[in-house]
């Protein structure tokens, strides 16, 4: 194979952008063959937008049994990334999937699954893994450097939404729709990049308001705290309610301290570890001599185009991928801890429990009277209609 057959499912605002991308020919040894999308309005974009020789599809299925793609980007609302990958497995068809890996563990762990027994490339557009500044933040963790984590701190109030943002769309901001609030769709990638850089926590108490700022039934407000295996402990802060937002993260280990804010990385460098410190020390007062270090954040990464890029080249070559599509779960069972133990109001573990956190959903779905203009393109938890 020289040439990877592309396809795109979802053409709405990031389905459209890979699709001009790719048809574009900015992906090396990638061609676009074709789009799908249940939305007439958004095919005939595609006709006018992509021209006649890609070819347009109304359903999954249909795309699917034409046989004309090697590999298919999801581009969906979050609940059909986990039951289309399985198809295009199924189907033969490797899978780059938009994020969130899905909505819930059980359903990503099923499409893990079906990925291992495929055999196929399984990638999750994770873009901002590859951006360096990012890339330092988590060499700079694993050169131990910084020491032993001991605590990690992310605010993320700078994801500010009107309500005009969450009305634009039938789906969006409902449990049946979109399966959540801030935790499914602006934070799936500080949840990864936080689960990336410090790893996954082994517990989680979550405090979450739910239309605390907006006319919505899913979480606009979170205020989490995490431990972790070590002993360490960590907060992720989360909004889209307030304004001027922040975007910090905070990372304290045995050798200092590491901070990520407004494109720059800070890292303040004790000259002894603390701990010695604090044994050794022959005054109460006194702290260890730190040095404040400016670390380069690096230019620009590949974005979107760099994880497609890495995703055809792994199909053609066999190189690594940026992202493997199973690491989509690790993010996901922190905002389903998040979310459960909100919903129970006490602590839970992490691998969260998936029985429960789905009973959990489907109650909020079921139960919802929430209902907006045009609510459509949607998945029960138990994925039977």
């Known amino acids: 194979m020289t040439t990877v057959r592309m396809g795109v499912i979802g053409i709405g ?37 992509l021209g006649e020789k890609v070819q347009r599809f109304e359903s999954a299925e249909a795309f699917f049994a034409a046989n004309a ?28 999937t938009e994020k969130p890996a899905g909505v819930y563990t059980r359903q990503v762990r099923e499409m893990n699954e079906a990925a291992a027994r495929s055999g196929k490339i399984f990638g999750i557009m994770f873009n901002q893994r590859c951006r360096p500044v990012f890339q330092r933040l988590k060499e700079l963790l694993e050169s131990g450097e910084v020491g032993e ?10 994801w500010f939404r009107s309500q005009n943002y969450y009305d634009s769309g039938g789906w969006r901001a409902t449990w049946q729709g979109e399966g959540g ?39 606009d407000d979170v205020t989490a705290y995490v431990e972790y295996a070590n002993g360490a402990t960590g907060a992720f802060i989360a909004t889209t309610g307030e304004a001027p937002g922040t975007n910090r993260l905070e990372i304290t280990g045995d ?28 005054s109460g007062f006194a702290t260890p001599d730190t040095w404040k270090c400016e670390v380069p954040p690096g230019g620009p990464g590949g974005e979107h185009q760099g994880i497609t890029k890495a995703f055809v ?6 190189t690594p991928l940026i ?10 069972q922190i905002s389903n801890a998040m979310h459960l133990s909100a919903w129970t109001d006490q602590w839970v573990d992490i691998p969260v ?28 938890v138990d994925g039977t209609f």
């Open 313 to 318: 080249q792994a199909i053609l070559k066999g």
């Open 353 to 380: 429990n998936e029985d429960l956190y789905c009973q959990k959903l489907q109650e909020k779905v079921n139960t919802s009277t929430f209902r907006k203009e045009g609510q459509s393109r949607t998945m029960p």
């Open 69 to 96: 793609v090697d590999a298919v980007l999801i581009a969906t609302p979050h609940y059909f990334h986990p039951p289309i990958a399985i198809q295009a497995f199924g189907h033969g068809v490797h899978a780059l």
């Open 181 to 219: 609030g801030i935790l499914i769709n602006q934070c799936p990638h500080n949840l990864d990049l936080w689960q990336w850089i410090c790893g996954v926590p082994c517990r989680v108490r979550a405090f979450i308001g739910f239309g605390k700022y907006h006319k919505i039934e899913v979480d």
């Open 149 to 158: 984590m001991r605590r990690s701190v992310w605010i993320n109030t700078d």
């Open 13 to 49: 605002g990031m389905g459209s952008y890979h699709a001009t991308y790719l048809q574009k020919g900015e992906i090396p040894g990638a061609e676009l063959i074709a789009v799908c999308d249940i939305a007439p309005e958004r095919l005939k974009w595609a006709k006018e937008a």
């Open 255 to 282: 050798r200092g301290k590491v901070v990520f804010e407004h494109g720059q990385i800070t890292f303040w460098r004790t000259r002894t570890s603390v701990s010695q410190f604090v044994r050794e020390s022959k």
């Open 323 to 332: 992202v493997r599509g199973d690491e989509g779960i690790n993010s996901l």
